[in-house]
């Protein structure tokens, strides 16, 4: 996904700016909720690069390779692993050193250092950086010969990179701790095998690279923590900047579906500190607005206590309209403009003359559950983790996990 967004982040420093575009895209976020008894000490599994679907190579540092049909050792220097005809292709060097068939299971790399296995993976004509992870990854390719990897990690290790890839790094300590809480909370509710992906479908899992010292200390600090209402783990939604009032998660499911108490809009205007507080405009063409929704009649027809618009009616023609919610309307611009052109969800939608509409919206994300930079504010005014957590979470308490 291809988010343009640099231009709202002048008062901040570059490198927190891919971090904040992650954290906008943490609106996607959908859990299910099945109560489980997953600890601390156990490991989850990650799809990597799941934003990416079409991957042809992958370059590895500082990892033993196994396999069963290979009784020999491969250096833990830079591989090169490619699919061709069904077969992963190791070389090293720019010589091919043997050639695994993947119909008989899947490549399994261990870490040879303490740091983790350092992976960058060729998408089409572009490259990632190195990322790093620890634990063990699996490689395996589909029948089109797209290479995929899934890590085997500790909790620990992908709860403290989670809260990096989520947050700024200079965040302070309480709203590092309230974000971790929550992390624990979604893999306290998490189905039994349940693999996870990297993207924010769950929660950016973006290696290593991503903690700190401080993310480190913040989550060690509240391990093993979660946050429940009535002794069971809540729905630990969260958002970048709710702009004024967050919204209940009936936002997202309409009327029908059953209120969570702990998730009702409280106001917040500590997010005034964000970039994303003031209003962000863009234009949506005719040519866009037929192609997606294929129709040019778009109105607002009701809101909800925040402001955000909850029916959005499609057409003019009273036999031929149709009514989808806020939500869907910002999920379908997000994934077919980029996230950057309706960076949040309270929005408004104003007719131009040329049929384009003008879209002015506030805010970052779904606007349901916690607001970070609303957290980060009332760190930095002295809130512990609990006391931010109830705040955008009444009625909840942080529990040790059984
Ligand atoms: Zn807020």
């Known amino acids: 996904m291809n988010i343009q967004l640099k231009n709202l982040f002048s008062n901040y420093s570059k490198k927190n700016t891919h971090i904040i575009q992650v954290v906008i895209l943490c609106s996607i976020l959908f859990f299910s909720y099945q109560p489980s008894k997953a600890k601390t000490n156990q490991t989850v599994h990650v799809k990597l690069f799941h934003a990416y679907p079409n991957i042809s190579q992958v370059i590895i540092e500082n990892a033993n390779v196994i396999y069963p049909q290979f009784n020999g ?59 790093t992870y620890t634990g063990k990854i699996s490689i395996y390719s589909d029948k089109n010969c797209n290479i995929h990897l899934e890590n085997e990690v500790l909790i620990d290790d992908y709860v403290a990179v989670v809260v990096g890839s989520e947050t700024p790094k200079d965040w302070p300590a309480e709203a590092l701790k309230a974000q971790a809480i929550l992390t624990q909370t979604r893999l306290a509710s998490m189905k039994p095998n349940q693999a996870l992906v990297d993207s924010t479908q769950d929660e950016a899992y973006l290696g290593m690279e991503y903690v700190s010292t401080q993310v480190r200390q913040a989550a060690q600090s509240v391990k093993g923590q979660i946050l429940t209402y009535e002794s069971k783990p809540i729905h630990a939604y969260y958002h970048s900047t709710c702009a004024g009032k967050t919204s209940s998660e009936n936002y997202f499911a309409g009327d029908n579906f059953q209120k969570q108490p702990y998730l009702k809009p409280v106001n917040c205007s500590y997010c005034s500190i964000s970039p994303f507080w003031k209003i962000h405009s863009s234009v949506i063409s005719a040519e866009q607005l037929q192609r997606i929704f294929k129709t040019l009649s778009i109105e607002v027809i009701e809101t909800d206590i925040a402001g955000r618009p909850i029916q959005i009616k499609l057409g003019d023609n009273s036999n031929n309209t149709k009514i989808i919610s806020g939500y869907q309307f910002w999920l379908s611009i997000g994934q077919n403009l980029g996230w950057g052109k309706i960076p949040g969800t309270l929005y408004s939608i104003k007719k131009l003359d040329s049929g384009s509409i003008l879209i002015e919206s506030k805010g970052a994300g779904h606007g349901v559950g916690l607001c970070q930079w609303g957290a980060a504010e009332q760190a930095r005014l002295g809130k512990t983790h609990e006391q931010i957590l109830n705040y955008y979470f009444p009625g909840t308490k942080v529990s040790i996990q059984k």
Not at 89 to 106: A, D
Not at 110 to 118: L, P
């Open 73 to 131: 050792y491969i250096s833990p220097e830079e591989i090169t692993i490619r699919c061709k005809n069904h077969h992963l292709n190791i070389s090293q060097n720019k010589k091919l050193i043997t050639s695994f068939n993947t119909q008989s299971g899947k490549l399994v790399l261990n870490s040879s250092t303490s740091k983790g296995i350092s992976i960058k993976a060729n998408i089409q004509n572009t490259q990632t950086n190195f990322r």
